[in-house]
Every structure is written in structure tokens, then in C-alpha cells.
């Protein structure tokens, strides 16, 4: 993992139990389990991927974000600046 992010970001690792580390992840874990998990019984396999795939449709290109600017995550990657470029390194 380490060789494929090179020296484009950084690795950290978060032990196995304890996701109150990372606070990205804990909150939308608890986004996801809140407004789709929860809410939602699954008879199959299937059936849970079309319900999640939908709500995660949804986050991702419909639901405006506050720290995007009220902007959908898809919106603001499309209009992101920065992609793909290369930050110089410092010695």
C-alpha cells in the first residue's frame, strides 16, 4: 500500500477497533448507519446493494455538503482545481 500512494500522501495506521481515531470515518459511519442502515431491512444480498448503492448515489452527487461549499461531492471534484497536480517537495 505504502509503494502505491508513493509519496503523494501519507499512511497512518488505525488499529482494528478502535475507528474513533479517524473522525472522517466515524462520522460517516454513523451517517450511513443513521440515515440508511437503520431505516432499511435487507432480504438479500441484492437487495442490500441496490438500497445502499442508491443512498450512496445520493450522498455523493445530489446531497449538498456544508464543507464543500453546498456543493455534492461529485460537483466539487468536477470543478476541483488542484487534480492532478503535483505538489513540489521541499528538502
Same mark, same amino acid.
Given at each position: 500500500?505504502? *509503494?502505491? =500512494? &508513493?509519496?503523494?500522501? &501519507?499512511? +497512518?495506521?488505525? !488499529?482494528? &477497533? =478502535? !475507528?474513533?481515531?479517524?473522525? +472522517?470515518?466515524?462520522?460517516?459511519?454513523?451517517?450511513?448507519? *443513521?440515515?440508511?442502515?437503520?431505516?432499511?431491512?435487507? +432480504?438479500?444480498?441484492?437487495? =442490500?446493494?441496490?438500497?445502499?448503492?442508491?443512498?450512496?448515489?445520493?450522498?455523493?452527487?445530489?446531497?449538498?455538503?456544508?464543507?464543500? &461549499? +453546498?456543493? !455534492?461531492?461529485?460537483?466539487?471534484?468536477?470543478?476541483? %482545481?488542484?487534480?492532478?497536480? %503535483?505538489?513540489?517537495?521541499?528538502?
Amino acid at each position: 500500500m505504502a *509503494d502505491w =500512494a &508513493g509519496e503523494q500522501t &501519507g499512511i +497512518y495506521y488505525i !488499529p482494528p &477497533g =478502535a !475507528p474513533w481515531r479517524n473522525g +472522517y470515518v466515524e462520522s460517516f459511519n454513523s451517517r450511513i448507519r *443513521d440515515e440508511c442502515l437503520n431505516i432499511n431491512s435487507f +432480504y438479500s444480498l441484492l437487495h =442490500a446493494q441496490v438500497i445502499i448503492g442508491d443512498w450512496k448515489q445520493q450522498y455523493n452527487e445530489i446531497r449538498r455538503h456544508l464543507a464543500l &461549499g +453546498y456543493l !455534492p461531492p461529485a460537483g466539487y471534484a468536477r470543478q476541483c %482545481r488542484h487534480k492532478g497536480e %503535483r505538489t513540489p517537495r521541499l528538502a
